[in-house]
Structure formats: structure tokens, C-alpha cells
T-cell receptor, first 113, second 114 residues
Framework: AQSVTQLGSHVSVSEGALVLLRCNYSSSVPPYLFWYVQYPNQGLQLLLKYTSAATLVKGINGFEAEFKKSETSFHLTKPSAHMSDAAEYFCAVSETGSNDMRFGAGTRLTVKP | DAGVTQSPTHLIKTRGQHVTLRCSPISGHKSVSWYQQVLGQGPQFIFQ???????GRGNFPDRFSARQFPNYSSELNVNALLLGDSALYLCASSLAGGANYGYTFGSGTRLTVV
């Protein structure tokens, strides 16, 4: 069964520092992987997605993620945090042919000035 | 172009009542999925509809039902509301059925059951 685990419910970084949000997945078939961002009182916005075309995926707002099959990981990174990056981030997985997407519990990113 | 629109944005209901939430997908998108997001948790899959047919259902009781109309808009109905149904209900649209290529989400309907 497909599932994701996000390590760390809360991550705090200084402005300009590296952002690293961790996601590990479980899937019995090749997965499709996603990162979404949610700002307060809003819906989810797609940051990036892995669909097997390339292991390093670049997304919006300077974020990128690398698919590592051997580690079953899909960690999200950004070289330099900005205050506007403060939000809740969700990793999600969908198995090939699946009609549903499974989300992790989320990681709240705080950016300190 | 309009994104995914949901109505109402907020509502308060009493235990035992019924509620209907509405969603209009992005123009040209034929699939609508519904998710429930309880405070502090990730979204959980409720239903997916594609071309007016149910294509998937999550682990929710029969009190939850949905339908999709010929114009691809959708309604989510919840009967006999419980306090635990309080959540943000998210609608997501996509061009086709399945969840492999991602969704565009609406801003959600915040349901509070008292």
C-alpha cells in the first residue's frame, strides 16, 4: 500500500539558509510523488512532481526534489530560504494507475529573520 | 481563467444535520476529487469522479456521498453530521481520472460542526 512519512512536523530555518524537508515513501509499484504547499486558510498549491522522467525535479519558487529509489526518499530542498516560504508543506504519493493520492502529515516551515 | 472554485467558504452546522458542498473544476477538466483535511493533518481521500462516474472511494462511511454533473461540477453530501466531521474539505480537479499527474486544488470549505 502506498504511504508517505514526513520526518519532522516542524522545521525552523533562518532567512537565507538551506531548506531541507524530508519525505520517505512506501509503494509496491513505481510511484508518482508530489510536494504541495499550503498557506494559512488556503488550499494546496503544487510545487513539483516526479513522474519518472528525471530523478531531479525542479519546481516553482526555487524548490527542487530528488527521487532516490534506493532510499525510498523524495526530499524537498531550497538553497536559500525566504520569509515568504513560511507555510505547511505536504509530500504525497500516488501509485501507477491509482485514483487516490496519499498525503503525509505535513511539515510546518518557519523562517526566522 | 478561473481556478477550482468551492462554495461556501465557511459554514457551521449542528450535529445530525446534513450539508452539501459544491465544487466547479477548472474549465476543460473532467475529473473532480474530494479530500478531507482535519486540523493538523494531511488531506485524506474521499472520492474521485471522472466523466460523471465514481472512480474511487476512500475509507469514509456511507454518510458521505458525492456526484458529478454533466458540466463536470460536483457536490459532496454529508448526512447525520458528527463533531468529527469538522474539517477543511478540499476539491481538486484534473484533466483526466487517476491521481498520477497531480491536481489543482480549490481553497476549500471550512465546515464546523457544533
Amino acid at each position: 500500500a502506498q504511504s508517505v512519512t514526513q520526518l519532522g512536523s516542524h522545521v525552523s530555518v533562518s532567512e537565507g539558509a538551506l531548506v531541507l524537508l524530508r519525505c520517505n515513501y512506501s509503494s509496491s509499484v513505481p510511484p508518482y510523488l508530489f510536494w504541495y504547499v499550503q498557506y494559512p486558510n488556503q488550499g494546496l498549491q503544487l510545487l513539483l512532481k516526479y513522474t519518472s522522467a528525471a530523478t531531479l525535479v525542479k519546481g516553482i519558487n526555487g524548490f527542487e526534489a530528488e527521487f532516490k529509489k534506493s532510499e525510498t526518499s523524495f526530499h524537498l530542498t531550497k538553497p536559500s530560504a525566504h520569509m515568504s516560504d513560511a507555510a505547511e508543506y505536504f509530500c504525497a504519493v500516488s501509485e501507477t494507475g491509482s485514483n487516490d493520492m496519499r498525503f503525509g502529515a505535513g511539515t510546518r516551515l518557519t523562517v526566522k529573520p | 481563467d478561473a481556478g477550482v472554485t468551492q462554495s461556501p467558504t465557511h459554514l457551521i452546522k449542528t450535529r445530525g444535520q446534513h450539508v452539501t458542498l459544491r465544487c466547479s473544476p477548472i474549465s476543460g477538466h473532467k475529473s473532480v476529487s474530494w479530500y478531507q483535511q482535519v486540523l493538523g493533518q494531511g488531506p485524506q481521500f474521499i472520492f474521485q469522479y471522472y466523466e460523471k462516474e465514481e472512480r474511487g472511494r476512500g475509507n469514509f462511511p456511507d454518510r458521505f456521498s458525492a456526484r458529478q454533473f454533466p458540466n463536470y461540477s460536483s457536490e459532496l453530501n454529508v448526512n447525520a453530521l458528527l463533531l468529527g466531521d469538522s474539517a477543511l474539505y478540499l476539491c481538486a480537479s484534473s484533466l483526466a481520472g487517476g491521481a498520477n499527474y497531480g491536481y489543482t486544488f480549490g481553497s476549500g470549505t471550512r465546515l464546523t460542526v457544533v
